[in-house]
């Protein structure tokens, strides 16, 4: 049960993962988004002939090539924690969630790794048209991996195509269709891939504004900067509109999740969408505290987002955690309540089996079905424990849309004076240009917060808390691998900033 619980090891297991997906998420989104834009370059070479198109292209490969080496090691330790940390959660859920992750080891990340072999190492050895063909499907193929772990998260958010098997305690997939296609899934795809096409934009221009503040491969930067500040405008202005897809299906899915992001502790009608603010840190779930101490809202958005109306009631974190009637919204206490006779019936439902009770078996069965909806909440103590930590899930959302806001205007300034010709005569851009990576990679981190931190305490939402998806590990065995994967990561992450760091010294080949 819940109360024997090593809680210290739960945190620390939640540490763990926390610091590998966040070192392996320096990576993938550079190696979704900058595929295309190389093999962009790549086509225009073809066209052209122009070898000042072969070099650049050469350049962002080399570079894409060092990122790609240390992703796939830091992917590779993340799918191992679900086993080792997480046993209890590869049991119950392995056969929905791991289907997404072998499709994706043994289809996409197959095309990947062959083309870019060829990519690679292809230059001169095979034709032309084939060695473009392989640069853009090292892009399909590096876009359709993330399609597969992007499915399986979201199935963790959104749990649909399943069912609970009583006899063997695992959800089983039913319908592969319906967990591929959830309206979850579809947002976290197209949201996802669409930002990461903003910040390799991003990577790029940073590179590219430094030569121009060195004075150094100019001709190779301006082209450079030309072409990703195209798919850095055109993918920003998409990411507002998949950010409010995003927003809805959460919205429809995850209400508790919403709410917290925008500080909304007692529902509204016509609810404000809050632009800026500051949380109240002593705000209590219940109390009469103002949520934020300062705050610029725009009113009546966030009903519209939510549901598409400006008149419609959009609960807040107090309405599910205790419930509001009148709005039809049910409360985590009474959730618990129905959990706790699921799992009772469960229970009852097993030792009737052994029993050979056939007919009371059947009877606690039927118990176990008309609550198995709340299943996860019978692990939980207090109504109080189903809400996240809103000033977390908060700050993350605001800041991660602010930042969000800035990237097609930097693109856009690019653009238009780069049209002009007047790019060296802006150092203020160019300066602001080497640090927008870095930008664009907080924005993805705190994403990820919002994603992950917004759902708790749940790793599938409603059905299985955090602290029952945990293996049966001491927390100081945990915590002696997290600061060997600590190590580990910041060795990878040195090694691959040097390396980085020589490639663009050395910059292009010349002549």
Known sequence: MIEHLDLTMVNWARAQFALTALYHWIFVPLTLGITWIIAYYHS????????????LTRFWMRLFAVNFAIGVATGIILEFEFGTNWSNYSWMVGDIFGAPLAIEGLFAFFIEATFFAVMFFGWDRVSRRFHLFSTWMVAVGT?????????????????VGQQFNPDKARFEMTNFKEVVFSPVSVS????????????AAMFIISISSWYLLKGRHQVMARRSIVVASVFAFLASVFVIFTGDQSAYAVAQKQPMKLAAC?????????????AFGIFNGDKKIGDDNKPCVFKVGIPKVLSFLANRSFKSFVPGVKDMV???????????????????????ALADYKAKSRAGDDVGAEAALAIFEANQKYLGYGYLE????AAPPIALSFYSFHFMVILGTLFPLVALAFLVFAWRDTLADHKWLLRLGTIMFFLSMIAHWLGWIVAEVGRQPWAIQDLLPVTVARSNLTAGTVQTTFFLFLALFTILLIAEVGIMLKQIAIGPEEG
Request: overall charge neutral; some cysteine.
């Open 322 to 344: 205790f419930g509001n009637p009148a709005q039809g919204v049910m409360g985590a206490g009474e959730k618990i309540a129905m959990g706790k006779k699921a799992l009772a």
């Open 382 to 385: 207090k109504p109080e424990d």
């Open 143 to 159: 876009n359709l991996s993330a399609v597969w772990i992007l499915v399986a998260n979201a199935w963790m958010q959104h749990p």
């Open 188 to 199: 976290k795809f197209t949201h996802t891939t669409s930002s990461s096409m903003v910040l």
């Open 262 to 274: 925008e500080g909304l502790c007692r529902g509204e009608e016509g609810a404000e969408l809050i």
């Open 44 to 55: 225009i070479y073809y066209k052209t002939g122009n070898e000042e198109w072969k070099r």
